[in-house]
């Protein structure tokens, strides 16, 4: 199951700690002095942490523009404010926001030395590779799910009868600094915690049984695995202005970027991507609610060829909390752990997202699985997305 010869993409500096926001402006000060603040703002600015985070980069005399996202990134938004840094000579990205914003900032710092728009290097759907040069990235991330600070892909999106979401990728994508407070996330409503940390326990998942991961992948994996199993709930309760379970939480979707960007994913972020580009439905939220079928849906597969990976399955099973000793009952642990998570976290039905039962066939057609440790056939993908309808 362990690849014998891997690829590791470079890492960023990783600032991580309550309190490391008011480091911000002396960070960033090395890579420039003209930024991009790119934000999803309300939120932020509602809890004051957008005026502390610009005060900062004051103090270290980087004049800020400011550019609010409120969606999830199109290439016509990311060409438009690239254009727009263009012009005024900015020199440096600081994207400061969800998995969302993360991702404009990345795209944005990707587009400004191009010539060509955005859409044009969208993985499946443009002909051109991206060249990797691009303006520094600071990415701050203020939910606790893409683990996108740490990754080398962009997704950007349109949404509609021919949506997609798409990747701009390339390994000199990955940001130069992850500034991760966990601090930044005590704002976060309960409902949204809960689908960005169910984001974040799916990429672990996978990254963990992809047929490309490696030792260093587990490690990682194994890591925010045990974070989840940790702090999850205690990050999720309404009342809870719970540093610790934050930076839990925060550390697991870290944990999930670098896992992710070096082994991939499974079957359940290839149906994600898919449904978010055609339905309306939040990408943690999407995840979330097929994680526990897809699971099983894998184990039960692995169980007719007899494969490896339900050793893989079974330590996924332990490090969340199983104290079963043998493979199967870890196995059948774990899957009933999931469930428990998604029923206690009331993670929403797609139904509620507008997908048609007519919409499963072609969902499942255009989803990939390649790094699914189990290829399913398009009747299981339909399977797994009617049990979540
Ligand atoms: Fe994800």
Same mark, same amino acid.
């Given at each position: ?81 690239a254009a727009d840094v263009r012009l005024h000579g900015i020199n440096l990205v600081i994207a400061i926001g969800g998995g969302s914003v993360l991702d %404009? +900032?990345? #795209?944005? &710092? ?7 728009? @955005?859409? !044009?290097? =969208?993985?499946? *759907? ?120 934050? %930076? +839990?939480? #925060?550390? &697991? ?7 992710? @960007?070096? !082994?991939? =994913?499974?079957? *359940? ?58 493979v199967d009952a870890c196995c059948n642990a774990l899957v009933a752990i999931l469930s428990g998570w998604v029923d206690e976290l009331s993670l929403p ?12 066939a072609h969902v499942a057609r255009r989803a990939s699985n390649k790094n699914n440790p189990v290829r399913l056939s398009l009747a299981e993908m339909e ?7």
């Amino acid at each position: 199951m362990v690849a014998d010869r891997f690829d590791w993409m470079r890492t960023p500096r990783i600032l991580f700690g309550p309190g490391s926001l008011a480091q911000l402006g002396e960070t960033a000060g090395t890579f420039g002095q003209s930024a991009a603040v790119v934000t999803g703002a309300r939120a932020l600015r509602q809890s004051g942490r957008c005026d502390q985070a610009l005060h900062s980069l004051a103090v270290a005399d980087i004049r800020c523009r400011v550019y609010e996202v409120g969606n999830e990134p199109t290439p016509n938004l990311v060409d438009e404010l690239a254009a727009d840094v263009r012009l005024h000579g900015i020199n440096l990205v600081i994207a400061i926001g969800g998995g969302s914003v993360l991702d %404009a +900032g990345k #795209a944005v &710092a990707a587009m400004v030395p191009q010539t060509h728009p @955005a859409e !044009a290097f =969208l993985e499946g *759907v443009g002909t051109r590779a991206h060249d990797g040069r691009r303006i520094p990235l600071v990415a701050v991330p203020t939910t606790a799910g893409t683990g996108s600070e740490a990754t080398a892909n962009a997704v950007l999106s349109r949404v509609g009868p021919d949506g997609y979401k798409a990747s701009l990728r390339h390994p000199n994508l990955v940001p130069d600094v992850a500034l991760v407070d966990p601090e930044l996330a005590l704002s976060c409503p309960a409902h949204v915690t809960a689908a960005c940390g169910m984001d974040a326990l799916t990429q672990l998942i996978e990254a963990y049984v992809s047929v490309r991961a490696s030792p260093m992948t587990d490690a990682l994996a194994q890591s925010g695995l045990v974070a989840v199993r940790d702090h999850l709930m205690r990050a999720c309760r309404t009342d809870a202005a719970d540093v610790n379970a934050r %930076a +839990g939480m #925060a550390y &697991a979707s870290l944990a999930s970027g670098l896992a992710l @960007a070096n !082994a991939g =994913l499974g079957v *359940v972020h290839g149906l994600a991507g898919v449904l978010g580009g055609l339905y309306p439905v939040p990408h943690g939220v999407a995840c979330g609610t097929l994680v526990g079928v897809a699971t099983g849906m894998n184990i039960a597969k692995l169980r007719e060829t007899g494969a490896a990976a339900l050793q893989k399955y079974a330590e996924v099973g332990r490090f969340l909390g199983a104290r079963e000793t043998d493979v199967d009952a870890c196995c059948n642990a774990l899957v009933a752990i999931l469930s428990g998570w998604v029923d206690e976290l009331s993670l929403p039905r797609l139904g509620e997202y507008g997908l048609p039962a007519s919409g499963l066939a072609h969902v499942a057609r255009r989803a990939s699985n390649k790094n699914n440790p189990v290829r399913l056939s398009l009747a299981e993908m339909e399977s797994l997305l009617s049990e979540r309808l």
